[in-house]
């Protein structure tokens, strides 16, 4: 079964896949008001990591990607060139391990985290924070992307990961990896070999 998503969201994948990782406690929870000092305590440690000019990059990308997933359910925000959209790019999420998924639109302190802990994955070229709104089973998520500059090179490594779609962010529009069959050729193959693709006669 393929989760069902809004236009505007990252991109998908099968809602069976075991590879995706639900997040610590704060996943699949209904999310808490934001609070500017539990965010800094809670991030304190990740935070005497980064580089002190970093830090307001850091605030720039949690803002326009909260902001661009409440508009859109869904956003795709590069740390350096800030929100992706309208970018001649495609995104696909590569790293399921670091997928984290929640019962509501993730906070600021979520999206925070989430990008300190994924911090040295982002920081490498065509990186970006994405995140995504699954309609069918009401969970929000946060994903780390990589951006490719064709169509096809995106489709091939996304149909390597098992990934169901790409997006396309200049388009705004998700592309899925494995393109229907139009119906008249499915007719037409079936009338020839019969049903279950076994030839007629047997």
């Known amino acids: 079964m393929t989760r069902t998503f809004r236009?505007?969201?990252?991109?998908?994948?099968s809602a069976s896949d075991p590879s995706i990782t639900r997040g610590a406690s704060s996943s699949c929870r209904?999310?808490?008001?934001?609070n500017t000092r539990t965010l800094l305590a809670r991030s304190q440690p990740y935070r005497a990591a980064v580089p002190p000019g970093l830090l307001r990059q850091l605030d720039r990308t949690v803002e326009a990607l909260r902001t661009s997933h409440k508009a859109t359910d869904g956003a795709t925000v590069d740390l350096v060139r800030g929100n992706l959209i309208g970018f001649p790019l495609f995104s696909v999420a590569s790293f399921p391990?670091?997928?984290?998924?929640?019962?509501?639109?993730?906070t600021a302190a979520n999206v925070y985290?989430?990008?300190?802990?994924?911090?040295?994955?982002?920081?490498?070229?065509?990186?970006?924070?994405?995140?995504?709104?699954?309609?069918?089973?009401?969970?929000?998520?946060?994903?780390?992307?990589?951006?490719?500059?064709?169509?096809?090179?995106?489709?091939?490594v996304a149909a390597r990961l098992g990934q169901d779609f790409i997006y396309d962010l200049s388009a705004r529009a998700v592309i899925p990896v494995k393109e229907p069959i139009p119906i008249a050729v499915a007719t037409s193959s079936l009338s020839r070999e019969g049903a279950f693709g076994l030839s007629e006669g047997h």
Request: aromatic share 8%; net charge positive; proline share 3%.
């Open 97 to 106: 391990k670091q997928t984290v998924e929640f019962a509501d639109i993730p």
């Open 30 to 34: 209904a999310s808490k008001p934001d």
């Open 113 to 156: 985290d989430f990008i300190i802990k994924n911090l040295k994955i982002l920081l490498r070229q065509n990186r970006a924070v994405g995140s995504w709104f699954d309609t069918r089973q009401s969970i929000h998520a946060l994903d780390v992307v990589v951006c490719y500059g064709q169509r096809d090179q995106a489709l091939k």
């Open 7 to 13: 236009v505007g969201t990252t991109l998908s994948r």
